[in-house]
C-alpha cells in the first residue's frame, strides 16, 4: 500500500513533525514504506487558484496525497483549531480522486484542549474527501516530546496502535 504521513504544523520548532516522524518510522517498519510530508520544511505555496502554476515541491506532494491509499496526518491545535497551513495543503486535492483511502489522526496540543473539537474537524474534512477515518484518534501534549524524540511510552503505544490500526483499515476496505 501507498502510505502518506503529513505533519500539519509550519513551524520549525513544531513538535507535531516528531509525533509523525515516529509514525512516519512505524509507517516504514510495518509496511516496508512511505512517503513524509513536513509542512515545517515549507516550499507549499498559498492556494490562488486553479490557472496558477506551482512549485513542484507542492505538485508533489499533492500527487504524493492523491495516489497514497493510506493517510497518517498530524495537526498541531492553534487558537482551537488545526493549524491554516494544514487546510491550504488540501486545497490542492481533488475529491474526486480520493475516495475509498484511509487515514488516521494524531493531535498535538500544548495544553489539555480542544482535541475532540479538532479531531472532530479533520474527520469532517477527511469525509468531504470520502476518505475513512480510523475512529481511534491519538492525543499528545508537547511535553510528551523529549527533544526530537516521542519520549512518552502511553503515547509511543497509543501512536503505533494508530499506525497499525489505520494499515489495518485500509487493508479491509481495498
Same mark, same amino acid.
Given at each position: 500500500?501507498?502510505?502518506?504521513?503529513?505533519?500539519?504544523?509550519?513551524?520549525?520548532?513544531?513538535?507535531?513533525?516528531?509525533?509523525?516522524?515516529?509514525?512516519?518510522?512505524?509507517?516504514?517498519?510495518?509496511?516496508?514504506?512511505?512517503?513524509?510530508?513536513?509542512?515545517?520544511?515549507?516550499?507549499?505555496?498559498?492556494?490562488?487558484?486553479?490557472? *496558477?502554476? $506551482?512549485? #513542484? &515541491?507542492?505538485?508533489? @506532494? =499533492?500527487?504524493?496525497?492523491?495516489? /497514497?491509499?493510506?493517510?497518517?496526518?498530524?495537526?498541531?491545535?492553534?487558537?482551537?483549531?488545526?493549524?491554516?497551513?494544514?487546510?491550504?495543503?488540501?486545497?490542492? *486535492?481533488? $475529491?474526486? #480522486? &480520493?475516495?475509498?483511502? @484511509? =487515514?488516521?489522526?494524531?493531535?498535538? /496540543?500544548?495544553?489539555?484542549?480542544?482535541?475532540?473539537?479538532?479531531?472532530?474537524?479533520?474527520?469532517?474534512?477527511?469525509?468531504?474527501?470520502?476518505?475513512?477515518?480510523?475512529?481511534?484518534?491519538?492525543?499528545?501534549?508537547?511535553?510528551?516530546?523529549?527533544?526530537?524524540?516521542?519520549?512518552?511510552?502511553?503515547?509511543?503505544?497509543?501512536?503505533?496502535?494508530?499506525?497499525?490500526?489505520?494499515?489495518?483499515?485500509?487493508?479491509?476496505?481495498?
Amino acid at each position: 500500500m501507498k502510505v502518506v504521513v503529513i505533519s500539519g504544523s509550519p513551524r520549525s520548532n513544531s513538535k507535531t513533525q516528531h509525533m509523525m516522524r515516529f509514525a512516519y518510522e512505524r509507517a516504514v517498519e510495518r509496511n516496508g514504506g512511505a512517503t513524509f510530508i513536513n509542512l515545517a520544511d515549507g516550499g507549499i505555496d498559498y492556494f490562488r487558484g486553479y490557472d *496558477v502554476e $506551482y512549485s #513542484e &515541491t507542492t505538485k508533489q @506532494a =499533492a500527487k504524493d496525497i492523491t495516489a /497514497a491509499d493510506v493517510w497518517l496526518i498530524g495537526v498541531p491545535i492553534y487558537n482551537s483549531f488545526f493549524s491554516a497551513a494544514f487546510k491550504n495543503l488540501f486545497e490542492f *486535492v481533488s $475529491y474526486k #480522486e &480520493t475516495a475509498g483511502k @484511509a =487515514a488516521g489522526l494524531a493531535i498535538m /496540543a500544548a495544553g489539555d484542549i480542544g482535541f475532540t473539537d479538532v479531531q472532530t474537524l479533520t474527520t469532517q474534512l477527511m469525509s468531504y474527501f470520502r476518505v475513512i477515518t480510523n475512529p481511534k484518534a491519538v492525543y499528545m501534549k508537547s511535553d510528551m516530546i523529549d527533544g526530537t524524540e516521542v519520549s512518552d511510552l502511553g503515547a509511543r503505544e497509543r501512536l503505533t496502535e494508530m499506525v497499525d490500526g489505520t494499515l489495518d483499515l485500509a487493508s479491509k476496505i481495498r
